[in-house]
């Protein structure tokens, strides 16, 4: 289906109530797998972190790792969820190439954590989301599909298989159904998804970084008529990994289901590709009855039974949470609440927190990261955090602009340069001659120069008219390619004109 | 070196670290019996002829340096063909697995090696150890030494037909539902399924997780305890080992005594199906318990009706899930890959392939039992009566110490006879799969011969978890006993290959 054909949201709105369900997979940061002592680290040697347990070998046995177990329990608290005090694996049984016991070892109906809730604002409003379960499984290797167009299994040559992933912790959380939340849907799921990233950055556990593939996101999403209670069918959007494609498909299926509900079809029970070129989905893999695991306890583990007194030391160890940070950091900065959702969607605050713990003013920490750094992010569709830039190295910028060495404009080149691999902001100041010029003699020719070129202006100067100073000053400043230093030049040219 | 073969394991042991023989002469000497009687019998799949040998020269000359040697240092050990062999073919009796080198070895093989035991070589067995013939076996069946158109039972035939044709003196089984229990019996031969947890299964492909088990197979109760302390004890790479003290099996097969010990006769152990020739040599060793001391108590432990079709639903619903990584893409068999079949295809026609008619049905056994709507009917009702049965132990060694029974009702079959009727060859296993299912400890040693066709009966004696060195303090003055009745072993009545 293709966009144009859609029913536009506000329609579908006017007809439908959206409800969705939203499964996050978190990566965790453990130093070794699930269930046996290969390292995590991303990027190595395809195959090259792999043994008999996670390769599926005959006769190979998995051991839990208690680390990933410790890091459940602190996601299950910090999630406001109970913990099970005795909870086992279960064997997940289907087949897959990248599957290498054909079962993945999860927890079925024992979750280590369950029934709790996350509260998310969206603009301006707490809304709870409430959580069902969060449990531990592994990752499955990865498939690459060579030779075909679009790198899926279909039209694929021969397919590759990486299993350095295959067996790293996942916490799959998963939220009950979401709904009441109308035409902010999508922005619902998207503050939840940015808040549970936070929540598990602040916990340590996790990187959390979507572009990776350490948090993914399934969206489910159905619509029912309003007014009715009855769920209607639904579909489910795998692997949104970004924020912004949480919102941009909750949105589209809103708009695909209620086009085809308007129309007399009927939604199909299935999985969807999302597209971030043009934001749609497609279908994939079509549920023709519910897919049958035969899910059953795993019988080469034993059961997991947390004691309460750990759960409550595990408790004791929780950071400050991240809802909590922002009120205290919203009110020492007396920023507004969309101000500061926007520091939390673009995932900035620890760098913005950084930043000032290396020197800056906390305004202009703001109002780099926030703003400039934010659009050279967008422009590379990376997250803010990962721009090749430290906290340290937008402090000195802002050092630089303080002390009046740089103005805005020339800081924007130096963020460049800094970003382009040419070293430590004072170096790139240097290399490209970037100082704001506040030499009187150098000022003096432009500033006498423009002074003569526009004689009129000169004349409203001297005849009191200080404020039409402005458009000497910037004349003086398109002259020296906005090097200048603006303040000086004010004072040069009311100097001359016998103003001041 | 005729008489070499026939010493048992401790003997053998400490001959050579006396010096009257090498562990070279030794392994030579069973590496020669192997090659003169192995093609009757088919014990083992694959002989590792140099890897035994090189083992054997570490012996003598670690002995040489003047080492200590371990126990059984230089004993000669045939290992069932579903323990992993760094570099040695392990096939579990599967074309699936045909050619299969392992990068590793099992947590068991490598204590057998680190113990300066001499593997000879890979012992046939019913394919993924499912079976209670060894027919099932991809490369043909095992005969039983005591006549060799007859089974040896299974799944582990190939180990105990391996130790009762003296081509080795020491071999290990595994035991899911009988298949180190239920060989012994059919040849003549000690074994024993340990404790659950009690042997590490890091390494054992599995059949059946939960029931699974690891153990000693001999000639001897004293060489069956030598080999169960040489494998047991805690593996951190097994999550499902017990971390405890090893009960001490060594000193109680020296010390064997049944006196005053309160020993339980389950009653449903008997009746229809029991060969008369088996009940008349159960009925006699009960009656030499009690000469030598024992207090025989009748037990009824009635939900062991149960444990056959409790058995038959967990154990293939385990399997289906365990064998689900024979698919072609990483190891072992491939079929259709000539680029124009999908991997799902690939996966679908080397499981056609690859698999044999048993471990089709128990997969399909047991993905039945696991689907969706039929899990609570099935398997879960499985479960309830695996603890049910586990509760029937406990009630009954509330009240005696270990409890006996014919180890199963019948003796050796012939081959073919059973093969094609799937019901009947399970019922091999009626007395020994209750112990699977609780996970406490059994062993089968020697009781007679069953008069009605000189085939060997096996008596099974069972002990709490944990309580393994029961089974050798038991199994110990029994086999005193019947030595100084007989005047030889039971083996030495055995018709030359």
Redesign the interface.
């Known amino acids: 289906m293709s966009t144009t054909s859609l029913m536009s949201y506000e329609d579908a709105l006017e007809t439908y109530d959206p409800v969705m369900g939203l499964e996050v997979h978190v990566e965790l940061g453990t130093a070794t797998k699930m269930f046996c002592g290969c390292s995590t680290e991303f990027g190595a040697e395809p195959n090259s972190q792999v043994c008999?347990t996670c390769?599926?070998?005959?006769?190979?046995?998995?051991?839990?790792n208690a680390v990933a177990v410790e890091s459940a329990i602190r996601i299950g608290l910090a999630l406001n969820c109970n913990i099970a005090e005795w909870c086992r694996f279960a064997?997940k049984?289907y087949?897959y190439?990248d599957m290498?016991?054909?079962?993945q070892t999860s927890q079925y109906d024992e979750p280590i954590a369950f029934e709790g809730y996350l509260d998310v604002q969206v603009e301006g409003k707490t809304w709870r989301v409430e959580i069902e379960r969060a449990h531990m499984e592994e990752d499955t290797g990865k498939s690459l599909h060579m030779g075909g167009a679009t790198g899926r299994i279909h039209g694929a040559d021969y397919?590759l298989?990486d299993y350095n992933r295959c067996g790293i912790p996942l916490i799959e959380i998963v939220t009950k159904p979401i709904e009441g939340a109308g035409e902010l849907a999508p922005l619902v799921a998207k503050a939840y998804v940015a808040e549970l990233r936070e929540l598990i950055r602040a916990l340590g556990v996790s990187e959390a970084r979507m572009e990776l593939g350490q948090m993914r996101c399934d969206a489910n999403l159905s619509l029912r008529p309003k007014g009715r209670e009855k769920f209607g069918t639904r579909s489910e959007t795998k692997n949104v990994n970004s924020l912004r494609s949480v919102e941009r498909a909750i949105r589209f299926e809103i708009q695909r289901h209620a086009t085809v509900l308007t129309d007399g079809g009927t939604i199909v029970q299935e999985t969807r590709h999302f597209h971030e070129d043009d934001g749609s989905t497609t279908a994939g893999r079509i549920k023709e009855e519910?897919e049958?695991y035969?899910?059953?306890p795993e019988?080469?583990?034993?059961p997991v039974a947390p004691s309460r007194e750990w759960v409550e030391e595990l408790r004791a160890t929780l950071p400050e949470l991240p809802s909590l940070r922002r009120a205290r950091l919203q009110a020492e900065w007396g920023v507004n609440d969309f101000e500061m959702q926007s520091m939390v969607n673009a995932g900035v605050l620890d760098v913005i927190l950084a930043t000032i713990d290396a020197g800056a003013h906390a305004d202009a920490a703001r109002k780099w990261w926030l703003g400039e750094l934010s659009r050279r992010a967008n422009e590379r569709g990376v997250e803010v955090a990962t721009l090749p830039i430290t906290a340290a190295q937008v402090a000195r910028v802002a050092a630089l602009v303080e002390s009046g060495e740089l103005n805005d404009k020339l800081a924007r080149q130096v963020i460049d340069g800094v970003l382009a691999g040419e070293g430590e902001p004072d170096a790139v100041v240097e290399a490209r001659g970037l100082k704001v010029v506040s030499d009187d003699s150098a000022l003096g020719a432009a500033v006498d120069e423009a002074i003569a070129a526009n004689a009129g202006i000169a004349d409203k100067i001297r005849g009191g008219k200080v404020q039409a100073v402005g458009a000497l000053v910037g004349a003086v400043m398109k002259t020296t390619r906005g090097q200048a230093d603006a303040a000086r030049v004010r004072e040069l040219i009311l100097e001359r004109l016998g103003v001041s | 070196m005729t008489e070499t073969i026939r010493w048992t394991a401790a003997e053998t042991a400490s001959a050579i670290a006396d010096g009257k023989v090498t562990a070279v002469e030794v392994a030579q000497a069973h590496l020669d019996r192997i090659e003169a009687v192995d093609a009757k019998v088919h014990a083992f799949l694959h002989v590792d002829a140099d890897g035994a040998l090189a083992a054997a020269k570490a012996v003598d000359d670690a002995r040489a340096r003047g080492d200590r040697l371990g126990p059984l240092a230089g004993v000669p050990l045939a290992l069932k063909d579903v323990f992993t062999t760094k570099g040695v073919p392990t096939t579990c009796g599967s074309k699936m697995l045909d050619g299969w080198k392992p990068p590793y070895d099992a947590t068991l093989t490598r204590r057998l090696k680190d113990a300066g035991v001499v593997i000879l070589g890979k012992t046939n067995m019913d394919e993924f150890a499912m079976g209670s013939s060894t027919e099932n076996s991809a490369y043909g069946p095992t005969g039983n030494p005591w006549d060799p158109s007859r089974v040896p039972g299974g799944s582990g035939g190939g180990s105990a037909a391996a130790i009762a044709s003296f081509q080795a003196p020491l071999a290990i089984g595994t035991d899911t539902g009988g298949s180190i229990r239920q060989p012994a019996a059919l040849t003549g031969t000690v074994g024993v399924k340990p404790t659950y947890g009690g042997v590490s299964r890091y390494g054992l492909v599995a059949f059946s997780s939960s029931l699974d088990q690891g153990g000693p197979c001999a000639r001897t109760v004293l060489d069956a305890a030598l080999l169960h302390e040489a494998i047991a004890g805690h593996d951190p790479l097994d999550s499902t080992s017990i971390d405890a003290p090893v009960p001490n099996v060594v000193e109680a097969a020296r010390s064997g005594s049944v006196k005053g010990l309160r020993i339980g006769v389950v009653k449903e152990f008997a009746g229809e199906g029991y060969q008369a020739g088996v009940l008349a040599r159960f009925a006699e060793a009960v009656e030499l318990l009690r000469e030598l001391g024992a207090e025989i108590v009748e037990i009824s432990c009635p939900n062991f009706t149960y444990a056959m079709p409790a058995y038959y639903l967990i154990a293939p619903s385990e399997a289906s899930s365990n064998l689900a990584r024979f698919d072609a893409m990483r190891y072992g068999l491939r079929v259709g890959d000539d680029g124009e079949h999908s991997a799902e295809e690939v996966m679908s026609l080397t499981r056609e392939a690859g698999f044999g008619a048993e471990v089709k049905r128990r997969i399909m056994l047991g993905t039945y039992a696991l689907s969706s709507g039929y899990y609570d009917a099935y398997y879960g009702q499985a479960q309830k009566v695996r603890t049910l049965i586990t509760r029937d132990f406990e009630a009954a060694f509330g009240q005696v110490d270990v409890l006996v029974s014919p180890t199963t009702p019948t003796t050796a079959f012939p081959i073919g006879e059973r093969a094609d009727d799937p019901m009947a060859m399970y019922l091999a296993d009626l007395c020994t799969i209750p112990s699977n299912l609780a996970g406490n400890a059994a062993m089968s040693l020697p009781c007679g011969l069953a008069d009605e066709d000189g085939l060997p009966v096996g008596l099974q004696i069972i002990a709490p978890a944990m309580a393994d060195d029961r089974l050798y303090r038991v199994g110990a003055a029994v086999e005193a006993a019947y030595l100084s009745r007989w005047g030889a072993p039971l083996l030495d009545r055995a018709p030359a290959l």
């Open positions: 008999p390769l599926g070998m005959p006769g190979a046995l998995p051991v839990v064997r049984n087949f190439p290498p016991k054909n079962f397919s298989l519910a049958d035969r899910y059953f019988p080469d583990l034993v």
